[in-house]
């Protein structure tokens, strides 16, 4: 009933003002789990199925690109089971989601240090970019292993190594340099769970990225919920710095 008013109420999606990238940092996997007896790992189970249809809503809304935040630099620190079931996860979403994506037109990317992965977790995601590598309705790109200063460092250093001594870096050549470079900037970053943070995501692609906060835990985040963020967006004025 109350679905069904909600429904009711909704306002459509502007086709005209869509954000073309919209990053996603998923969090409150463990409070989720913790709030119902559960062990974490529960949580982050839920997590990974909260993910599908968020991704095929954004590929029916027309969003090219979507970066969710799965891994940070600093998760490390979690407990190693903790670490561990997060790895197995990503194993198990990509071998049971990637056909299905790529139907859909998605093509799967990743960011960050994937090198660290272990094994299993980096032949998946050689195998799911190989097979998805030419569709072009949605760039699916996850976040593994990613912090946003230790890929600013990886671009400066790859950046100097290539380029002749004496030279100075420009915006451009950053841009071009850093793991997101074939993607334009976030228009919009949704954090779920609540939290007024950026952990250490996307810090030089934020630049002027609108944020919606959600109080939704990650496993809860549905497309309705999709939605609103992006009606949301559609409501503020981006001024980039000048008059609008
Ligand atoms: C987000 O959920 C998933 C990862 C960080 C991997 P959390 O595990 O951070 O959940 P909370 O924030 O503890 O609830
Ligand atoms: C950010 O969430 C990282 C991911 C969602 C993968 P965290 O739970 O790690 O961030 P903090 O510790 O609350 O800042
Ligand atoms: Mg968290």
Do not use: C
Not at 32 to 59: D, F, N, Y
Not at 124 to 142: G, I
């Amino acid at each position: 009933m109350q679905d069904q008013e909600s429904n009711h109420e909704e306002e459509p999606i502007l086709a005209g003002d869509l954000p073309r990238h919209i990053a996603i940092i998923m969090d409150g996997n463990g409070r989720w789990a913790q709030r119902r007896g559960m062990e974490r790992s529960l949580g982050h189970r839920e997590g990974v199925k909260a993910l599908k249809p968020i991704v095929k809503e954004s590929t029916r809304i027309g969003i090219e690109a979507l970066t969710v935040y799965a891994f940070s630099t600093e998760n490390w620190t979690r407990p190693s089971e903790e670490v561990d079931v997060l790895m197995a996860l990503v194993v198990e979403f990509v071998a049971s989601e990637t056909h299905e994506l790529k139907d859909e037109g998605v093509q799967i990317r990743t960011i960050g240090d994937i090198g660290r992965l272990p094994e299993a977790a980096q032949q998946s995601l050689a195998w799911a970019k190989n097979e998805t590598r030419d569709e072009r309705r949605l760039v699916l790109n996850l976040a593994l292993n990613y912090g946003g200063r230790a890929e600013i460092l990886r671009a400066v250093n790859r950046w100097r190594e290539e380029t002749p001594p004496g030279s100075r870096m420009t915006e451009a050549d950053m841009a071009a340099y850093l793991d997101t470079h074939e993607l334009p900037d976030p228009d919009l970053l949704i954090r779920s769970s609540g939290e007024f943070r950026i952990s250490n995501f996307l810090l030089w692609q934020l630049a002027y990225a609108e944020i919606f906060i959600s109080d939704k835990l990650w496993p809860d985040f549905d497309p309705a919920e999709l939605r609103r963020a992006i009606r949301d967006y559609q409501s503020r004025h981006r001024r980039f710095g000048g008059l609008g």
